[in-house]
């Protein structure tokens, strides 16, 4: 039997919607959408065909632009090179990016040094005690994060999570007018209503459009909101990593992450340490990048499942009444106690792989730095070994978290979908089966019978698919729990980063106790408590009472403190001196130059000398640094020689001086871009790093070992050419042939001929010599006493007599020998010609 009625009449089991009101919501959201698609859609096809035709034609001609522009082409050369990036006299900068065969323009304007000072109480150092965790600790890292990741409440940021959260909210209101609809044609169905069905079908299909569109949109809207996240983080991160404090070096040499790795107890959680352990690439890219995925993953994780089940309870609670309503919020806090119970450390798990994995690309990364090395050496074997080792340690990592995924996995799939079901089922069948409930719900309602078959369909079809849904939204919710919990071992790496980052630029490091293995006399050098003083500016370079000391950062530093190599070094070198330091391996030659460039401490005394670079002080260490660009980039990129008025004349002039003029024809021109450390041969790649001295001219340059593999006559020529240029030379070298270009010599002793009373330098140097004494020395001096010789190399100078004296010596001693050889040769000679009479 059919049964027939008119699709108004009243209904107890039907959706708690009238189908007027339901019709009426439909149609206002169904425009309502349509009219943001319209707006972000253009609907008119003619004019889509015709700027996709226009944009095709232009790029065409553009490729065929740039395939006629040789890389010579002197105009368009310009306007690439000049505009690589327009420098702002506010600081910022705006790049020029090539992208898709056009210029966009991205202008970055540099962290200010007042947004980093108002960021410095919010990222105190990490206790490596900390538990990692959904805990308090947790939230006051996030927060501090999001003041970077999220800066302004105005910003792009906010308009996306707007937008992101409208297509949130119309997800869930589509959720339910879909989840009435399938009741509702489910009641067409059974009721053999030919023309409901197919009205219901029509708005099936219009709500299908809205609905695609929104998913994909919530889709698009979280990637792009975690891609708006690291572009903050990013640009923060690099302006404070790569800033004149240098911290990149501070903490590549591990000052900044000062915890050592605890060894975690079984059923332990342990404790920040993972968070703080890493190379800067690890932190800076893959944990920064999980971060800002799992912070926008996260919002609609929790957002859209938690609006989700506010809408679908209330929606149901209209259903199942108060008892019903009741069940459903036992049932919840039900749920979230046992997976909470179940929930392993997923945030210390987190933390622990981005460690792990760190380590192995650490393994990697040195490979592809020193593979050259590494082949001469045969050294493969032993680094692969090294890095299955790294990556068995991430496997083995990740296998455990896998497992301990397992009893979560179940616990959460039973109750959430098992359990909640069967409880979904129950609470359905309260007005079923119990009419004493049913009535308490639907009281005063009049109720037809011949419609409940096709009544009572419609309300359980709807309710079991917003039951669904709701297990669904609830499912994705206790998910979301583990999500926040990775969340909070992703956000401990990122607050470690930046918390370290903050204490290295305003010289922060933890304060330790003085050892008790220290002697008395030994002195603790720990980086809380530098305290020498550093002047930038004067003419002249001084180091009155500093000691030398390596720093060290961490468990090492709290264990014993910094290194000191010299007990105190006073130094002046005034413009003109020449000063070569020399002495054995490892007493601390380099050191001095780091201390005087600023890459460790002056712990004590007082260091003065001129600014860094042009008309100041320059640095070459033995290994040159050659960074990415064309040849010409080395000096200077091709917009800055522009405004300093500097030409390829001088340019070339400059490199016939360190004997490189073949090198722009041998590469192809100034503008070849290479990657020169592979290129160059270890001498070319040094007297690269002179080019770059005699562009610059500096009034000091200190040489590190840095013309060790430039031939001596070469070298010799580059010397003489500083010289000349003004340049006052503080050289670092084992070659006692670089004496003639000196004027001054100061040897480190070498600590194992002492027999000094122990003192924990190693080179025992007392220096309370006054600055004047450090002007021409005899070997004499307290100085020289303590393995220290300062000379002045005139010709008075015994050193220098002795030196010259040995030379003279040996070519004498081969001029004396010239007779013989000729005699010798004309004996030969006459052998030769057959003449008589010639002995052998
Ligand atoms: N980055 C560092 N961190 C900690 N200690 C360091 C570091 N670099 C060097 N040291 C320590 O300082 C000592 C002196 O190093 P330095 O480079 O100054 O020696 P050097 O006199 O220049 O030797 P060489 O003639 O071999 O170049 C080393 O033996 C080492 O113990």
């Not at 019903?324 to 036992?330: K, M």
Request: hydrophobic share 40%.
């Amino acid at each position: 039997m059919t049964v027939a009625f008119p699709s108004g009449l009243p209904s107890a089991h039907r959706s708690p919607l009238s189908n007027l009101t339901l019709r009426r919501r439909q149609a206002l959201i169904v425009v309502l959408i349509s009219a943001i698609l319209a707006r972000s859609v253009p609907l008119n096809s003619s004019s889509l065909f015709r700027r996709w035709k226009e944009d095709r034609a232009y790029k065409k001609l553009e490729r065929k632009r740039r395939e006629t522009e040789t890389p010579l082409n002197t105009p368009a050369l310009e306007k690439k090179l000049v505009d690589l990036y327009i420098l702002d006299p506010s600081g910022s900068r705006t790049l020029l990016v090539p992208h898709q065969g056009r210029v966009s323009k991205v202008r970055i304007t540099p962290t200010s040094n007042e947004t980093y000072a108002s960021h410095l109480a919010s990222f105190p150092p990490l206790d490596p005690r900390e538990k990692l965790g959904v805990n308090k600790k947790f939230w006051k890292m996030l927060f501090a994060v999001l003041k970077v990741a999220f800066p302004s409440k105005t910003g792009k940021e906010a308009f996306l999570l707007v937008l992101h959260t409208f297509f949130l909210l119309s997800r869930t209101i589509l959720s339910v007018m879909v989840a009435r609809l399938d009741g509702r044609i489910v009641r067409d169905l059974v009721s053999a209503n030919g023309a409901g069905f197919v009205r219901g079908l029509g708005w099936w299909f219009a709500l299908a459009i809205p609905s695609t569109y929104t998913n994909s949109m919530i889709r698009y809207l979280e990637r792009k909101l975690a891609l708006a996240f690291r572009t903050n983080l990013t640009r923060y991160i690099h302006d404070l990593y790569l800033n004149d404090n240098l911290n990149y070096y501070k903490f590549g040499l591990g000052l900044g992450v000062a915890v050592p790795i605890e060894q975690k107890k079984k059923g332990e959680n342990g404790g920040a340490s993972e968070a703080a352990a890493g190379t800067a690439d690890q932190f800076i890219t893959t944990d920064v990048a999980r971060f800002c995925d799992s912070l926008a993953a996260l919002y609609g994780n929790i957002g859209k499942p938690a609006l989700d089940m506010l809408i679908f309870t209330s929606q149901l609670a209209a259903s199942l009444g108060p008892v019903g309503t009741f069940g459903l919020f036992t049932n919840y806090a039900f749920t979230a106690w046992v997976l909470k119970k179940a929930t392993p450390a997923f945030g210390r798990m987190a933390a622990t792989e981005a460690r792990l994995e760190g380590e192995y690309r650490a393994g990697l990364g040195r490979i592809g730095r020193d593979g050259e090395e590494v082949a001469f050496y045969n050294g493969g074997k032993r680094e692969k070994g090294i890095l299955m080792s790294a990556y068995e340690k991430l496997a083995k990592h990740v296998h455990t978290t896998f497992k301990a995924r397992i009893p979560y996995g179940m616990t959460e799939d039973f109750t959430i979908k098992y359990f909640w079901s069967a409880c979904g089922y129950c609470l359905m069948s309260l007005p079923i089966l119990f009419p004493a409930v049913d009535k308490a719900v639907h009281s005063g309602r009049p109720r037809e019978i011949h419609h409940e078959v096709a009544e009572r369909t419609e309300g359980y079809v709807s309710n079991r698919r917003l039951l669904l849904s709701l297990a669904d939204a609830g499912g994705r919710l206790m998910y979301s729990g583990k999500d926040l919990a990775e969340l909070s071992g992703y956000t401990s790496r990122v607050y470690a980063l930046l918390s370290s980052l903050h204490s290295l630029n305003n010289n922060i490091y933890p304060e330790n106790p003085r050892p008790a293995s220290l002697k008395e006399d030994e002195p603790f050098y720990d980086l809380s408590n530098v305290h020498g003083r550093v002047i930038l500016g004067p003419k002249h370079l001084l180091l009155r009472g500093v000691p030398i000391v390596a720093p060290a950062g961490g468990a090492a530093g709290a264990e014993r403190g910094g290194e000191e190599l010299i007990h105190r070094l006073d130094l002046r070198v005034e413009q003109g001196e020449h000063t070569l330091i020399t002495g054995p391996n490892g007493v601390g030659k380099t050191s001095i130059a780091r201390i005087v460039a600023q890459l460790w401490p002056t712990w004590s005394g007082l260091m003065e000398r001129p600014i860094h670079g042009e008309g100041g002080i320059f640095f070459l260490p033995q290994r040159p640094y050659l960074s990415i660009g064309s040849l010409r980039d080395h000096p200077h990129t091709y917009a800055e020689m522009k405004s300093r008025g500097r030409t390829d004349a001088e340019l070339m002039s400059i490199l016939e001086h360190v004997h490189l003029a073949y090198l722009p024809s041998r590469e192809g021109g100034w503008e070849t871009r290479k990657e020169w450390k592979d290129v160059l041969s270890g001498g070319e790649k040094q007297r690269m790093g002179m080019a770059r001295l005699f562009y610059h001219r500096p009034t000091y340059a200190i040489l590190d070992e840095c013309t060790s593999a430039v031939s001596s006559d070469v070298e010799g020529l580059m010397y003489e050419h500083a010289k000349n240029l003004g340049i006052t030379l503080v050289t670092i070298s084992h070659r006692p042939s670089l004496l003639k270009y000196h004027n001054r010599h100061l040897r480190l002793g070498d600590p194992t001929s002492h027999t000094y009373p122990p003192t924990p330098s190693r080179t025992p140097v007392g220096s309370t010599t006054n600055l004047s004494g450090l002007t021409p020395q005899t070997p004499s001096t307290p100085l020289a006493a303590h393995g220290w010789q300062l000379t002045t190399l005139h010709s008075t100078s015994a050193e220098e007599k002795l030196e010259l004296n040995h030379e003279i010596e040996e070519i004498e001693r081969q001029l004396n020998e010239v007779k013989q050889w000729e005699a010798r040769l004309e004996v030969i000679g006459r052998e030769l010609r057959g003449e008589a009479g010639v002995k052998a």
